[in-house]
């Protein structure tokens, strides 16, 4: 049924809980799939490129790196799964890996967000949903 899954991961309790849903459907199904980790530095836009914003965008991308490899560690099976590291906004680049990536379903953890947070941030996983062109199954 699905050829190609896309797992966005942040390293939180809600994206492991996703990683294996998404792995057993991945195992079920005979799918492919792509491991997102987004690095989100909107906070240094409009700052001075100096060293200390270079050493934070190699700490944050460094992050990235170590989410991905927790995420092969949970990997039991012999199963494709591809990496994929981006800058930006985390429900945007999910959406557009998507889309580049030709995915059949997103797997992906909820925020964990509520109240006052929620209400001027939104959910990453809020935006995926109301935006993606194929299934999204989100896991709490």
Same mark, same amino acid.
Not at 93 to 120: C, H, N, P, T, Y
Not at 128 to 134: D, E, F, M, Y
């Given at each position: 049924?699905?050829?190609?899954?896309?797992?966005?991961?942040?390293?939180?309790?809600?994206?492991?809980?996703?990683?294996?849903?998404?792995?057993?459907?991945?195992?079920?199904?005979?799918?492919?799939? #792509?491991?997102?980790?987004?690095?989100?530095?909107?906070?240094?836009?409009?700052?001075?490129?100096?060293?200390?914003?270079?050493?934070?965008?190699?700490?944050?991308?460094?992050?990235?790196?170590?989410?991905?490899?927790?995420?092969?560690?949970?990997?039991?099976?012999?199963?494709?799964?591809?990496?994929?590291?981006?800058?930006?906004?985390?429900?945007? #680049?999910?959406?557009?890996?998507?889309?580049?990536?030709?995915?059949?379903?997103?797997?992906?953890?909820?925020?964990?967000?509520?109240?006052?947070?929620?209400?001027?941030?939104?959910?990453?996983?809020?935006?995926? #949903?109301?935006?993606?062109?194929?299934?999204?199954?989100?896991?709490?």
């Amino acid at each position: 049924m699905y050829k190609k899954i896309l797992v966005p991961t942040d390293g939180s309790e809600f994206a492991k809980k996703a990683q294996k849903h998404a792995l057993f459907l991945a195992k079920n199904s005979g799918a492919e799939i #792509v491991a997102v980790s987004v690095t989100e530095n909107n906070f240094v836009n409009g700052l001075p490129l100096d060293d200390e914003i270079y050493q934070l965008n190699q700490v944050l991308k460094e992050r990235s790196e170590e989410n991905l490899k927790e995420f092969d560690e949970l990997v039991e099976d012999d199963l494709k799964i591809t990496h994929v590291i981006r800058e930006g906004s985390p429900a945007k #680049v999910i959406l557009q890996v998507a889309k580049d990536e030709d995915i059949d379903l997103i797997v992906m953890g909820s925020s964990g967000k509520s109240g006052f947070d929620r209400f001027i941030m939104g959910s990453v996983a809020d935006k995926v #949903v109301n935006s993606a062109k194929c299934a999204v199954l989100i896991v709490h």
